[in-house]
């Protein structure tokens, strides 16, 4: 079975970090966020999309976005795993579209590697600029070390199907019975199976992915509040304060002012 992990799946600058120790292992899962793994101590395997990489002692892995992975460490094994969504990054989630490494495992030498065990490499979350510094400079080594190649829509699973049509379509009138057609499914056969990889229903995702592509127009465009609703695909605006303020607890005017506040 493969999981989805609604929590890793937002954007808006989120961030999360946190050491594994004891084994702690995860079975095949994806998100749309980033996720940067680093070895402290001990040997992982990683495994992303068709990939295998036995990571040691101070190695990392990158996995893309949406990107199939699973995290088998020995038992005596510690290490760090920062998941980030891609506004940290934005350039380089532009090089990347489309695309996935031909391997997994690089390193970080000279001394980049000890600025980054002080600054990133532990839990919690630094200042912005510095978590969004030390970001590139990782990112940077991965497209150094790592030929990338394009990703080929007809070897997509329906994972990947349903992930493309969405990014696609979001802004249009979607439903689920769009996609079971176009993939010439039954449509109550193709709803289990939505469920059971997203872990939530269809407009549950769909709502997410606009609130999404929401959030980045409020923040980085001055576009009025009813355009930025319509670019983000939702169908009433009705709908998109309802959805706004389940997931913040504001009105999206007022979001905006926020935040716009607190990042200067």
């Known amino acids: 079975m493969i999981f989805h992990q609604p929590d890793n799946s937002v954007g808006n600058h989120s961030y999360n970090a946190v050491v594994y120790a004891e084994g702690t292992d995860w ?16 040997k992982l395997r990683c495994d992303i999309g068709n990939r295998e990489d036995v990571l040691a002692s101070d190695d990392f892995a990158l996995c893309l976005s949406n990107e199939i992975h699973a995290l088998h460490p020995d038992s005596d ?22 695309k996935v490494g031909e391997g997994s ?10 600025y980054l065990r002080q600054n990133l490499l532990k839990e919690g979350t630094p200042d912005f600029y510095l978590l969004s510094s030390c970001l590139y400079a990782v990112c940077g080594m991965y497209l150094e070390q790592i030929p990338l190649t394009e990703r080929h829509h ?15 379509n979001y802004r249009n009138q979607i439903t689920l019975k769009n996609m079971a057609d176009a993939l010439g499914y039954d449509y109550f056969y193709f709803s289990r199976i939505f469920y059971s990889i997203f872990r ?31 670019e983000s695909g939702f169908q009433s605006i009705r709908t998109f304060n309802d959805v706004f303020r389940r997931k913040t607890g504001s009105a999206p005017a007022e979001y905006r002012k926020q935040r716009k506040r607190t990042e200067g």
């Not at 998941?83 to 489309?98: I, M």
């Open 27 to 42: 079975e095949m899962h994806f998100h749309r966020n980033l996720e940067l793994i680093y070895v402290i101590s001990g």
């Open 77 to 98: 094994t510690v290490y760090w795993v920062g998941v980030f969504s891609e506004d940290f990054v934005p350039e380089f989630a532009a090089a990347v579209k489309g």
């Open 105 to 114: 495992r690089f390193r970080c030498g000279g001394a980049m590697l000890p």
């Open 154 to 168: 007809n070897e997509s699973s329906i994972m990947n199907f349903i992930l493309d049509y969405i990014a696609g």
């Open 200 to 230: 939530m229903h269809f407009n549950d995702y769909l709502n997410t992915y606009r609130f999404n592509a929401a959030v980045s127009l409020l923040l980085k465009t001055n576009l009025p509040i009813t355009r930025v609703a319509l």
